[in-house]
């Protein structure tokens, strides 16, 4: 058969494409015109080298081969032009190096602790409590020292590898104490402590959490009630010296502006102050001292449910505190007993005998009003515990900006362990003062449960404790008033 001869190129090529099955356009040049118009995209491998992400290079003079088809689908690739692998980019090297501080050169070292200034320092630090030491870091250099000593006896401050000799080992946890101090009672950003301790950032960021759990951990150390009773009998000694036999220590609901507040609690923690707080019931002496903190609890919470589960309270009605006996007068003179400490509160609590509260709307002329304005005098050593507690550590005042309501806890209860710690240094001092009681003194300082569940409360009805309730409480104001007359005939009668 004699070859068919075609009459143009175009003849030629449709026959060649009808036979193999090309179609009428060649895919090759499909797939380049799909790739031009974006009907493609190319794979991560392509867009990790430039140089494969343009087709054209897979045709060479446009003219396409099954072989670089392969090639631009190949993942094994990793050779440059040359044929060589390609080398990582090293890393840039440091523009600094990074050096440990030293901690004999800090700022704090050799403006308050080096041996040429300590003496003053803790001269100043004690008697001036406006003085530069106090301001910063809130409390004496001789609470510091206690700090420090108690932190290395326990163990809880230990040798490292840059800190091997017990010298700089004290420095350092004198440093490390005393920059924890300066956050806690100024709220001061963790990253600027390293100018004045040569000691880094995340250090003093460990150290905190460290300070707080260990400090926590000996909480029943310096917060309790008193656990004698000869210890109960000094501090109701002092509120009978006020009129109110029987009494143990003020009661009252302390809230805490949580700043970072999870959106998921906020429900439960915006009360009447219109942003998520956190509650403690705080239980406090005649002198300002804290006898007991609750378990923390969420800003709607009012004092009459957080009394319900408020171990203190729990253990000063049905523990041996139930059987103390007290005498008090009666409007004539006649000398009775009473059995039970009781605390006294405002009116927002419940009508339990071992809480008064004053009598609401009385005036003053009244026997009740009276009482009511007596007890209520009193009760402000609670109030001034809160503001005292706030104004010392700005953490609680500030706005607290942990997320973890556990945290959250440790900060208060370890702020209230070093108002106790300050109490009892003022106490040793010879002075027939209360402390702060009025007027501003010199050096003056301005058991907890941490299961949130209710605790029994007793079998009696509520009928039968708010009538125990109310026999007290005019009890107390008949005492009150007969006091307040016989003291009042002594005064005026001649020597």
């Not at 005393?178 to 301790?197: D, Q």
């Not at 439960?268 to 956190?278: F, N, Q, S, V």
């Not at 406090?284 to 609750?294: H, K, L, M, P, Q």
């Not at 008090?328 to 339990?352: E, M, T």
């Amino acid at each position: 058969m004699a070859p068919h001869i075609h009459s143009s190129i175009e003849e030629y090529e449709e026959e060649v494409a009808a036979e193999f099955g090309f179609g009428a356009h060649d895919p090759i040049k499909n797939l380049q015109d799909e790739f031009n118009r974006g009907l493609i995209v190319p794979d991560p491998f392509d867009i990790a080298n430039s140089r494969y992400t343009n087709l054209n290079n897979l045709f060479d003079n446009n003219e396409p081969t099954i072989a670089n088809i392969d090639y631009w689908y190949n993942d094994n690739i990793d050779t440059n032009e040359d044929g060589d692998k390609p080398q990582r980019k090293k890393r840039a090297q440091n523009a600094y190096a990074y050096k440990f501080g030293d901690v004999f050169i800090a700022n704090w070292y050799l403006k308050f602790l080096h041996p040429n200034v300590r003496s003053m320092t803790y001269h100043l630090s004690t008697r001036d409590r406006y003085g530069t030491f106090r301001c910063l870091f809130r409390v004496p250099l001789s609470k510091v020292d206690e700090l420090v000593q108690l932190f290395l006896s326990r163990g809880w401050i230990r040798k490292t590898q840059h800190c091997k000799d017990d010298d700089r080992l004290r420095v350092k946890a004198q440093l490390l104490i005393m920059a924890t101090l300066n956050i806690i009672g100024h709220h001061t950003p963790v990253r600027t402590l390293t100018t004045n301790t040569e000691i880094s950032t995340s250090e003093h960021r460990s150290f905190l959490h460290l300070f707080l759990d260990n400090m926590y951990s000996i909480k029943d150390e310096y917060i309790f009630y008193p656990r004698t009773p000869n210890e109960l009998h000094d501090v109701m000694e002092k509120y009978r010296g006020v009129h109110l036999p029987g009494c143990g220590g003020s009661i009252d609901v302390v809230h805490l502006k949580w700043s970072t507040c999870p959106a998921g609690d906020r429900n439960r923690c915006i009360g009447k102050e219109g942003y998520p707080t956190l509650a403690f019931e705080v239980i406090t002496g005649y002198d300002r001292e804290i006898f007991g903190v609750s378990s923390i609890q969420f800003g709607t919470r009012n004092d009459q449910h957080i009394v319900k589960i408020d171990a203190n309270v729990n253990k000063i009605k049905n523990d041996w505190y139930k059987t103390v006996e007290w005498e008090y007068y009666d409007q004539f003179g006649n000398r009775h007993k009473a059995v039970g400490v009781y605390l006294i509160c405002d009116g927002g609590y419940l009508r339990w005998p071992i809480l008064i509260c004053p009598y609401k709307g009385e005036g003053v002329a009244t026997m009740k009003g009276y009482f009511s304005a007596n007890l209520e005098s009193v009760r402000k050593d609670v109030e001034c515990v809160f503001g005292i507690l706030k104004k010392r550590w700005k953490i609680l005042e500030y706005g607290i900006r942990f997320r973890d309501i556990k945290v959250v806890e440790k900060v208060f209860v370890v702020c209230c362990m070093l108002h106790n710690m300050m109490l009892q240094e003022m106490e040793t001092r010879e002075t027939t003062f209360r402390v702060g009681r009025g007027s501003p003194l010199p050096g003056d300082a301005i058991s907890l449960a941490v299961l949130n569940r209710p605790v029994p409360v007793g079998g009696e009805g509520r009928h039968k404790l708010a009538t125990e309730w109310g026999k007290r409480r005019k009890a107390l104001a008949a005492h009150l008033q007969y006091s307040k007359r016989v003291l009042k005939r002594r005064r005026v009668s001649p020597a």
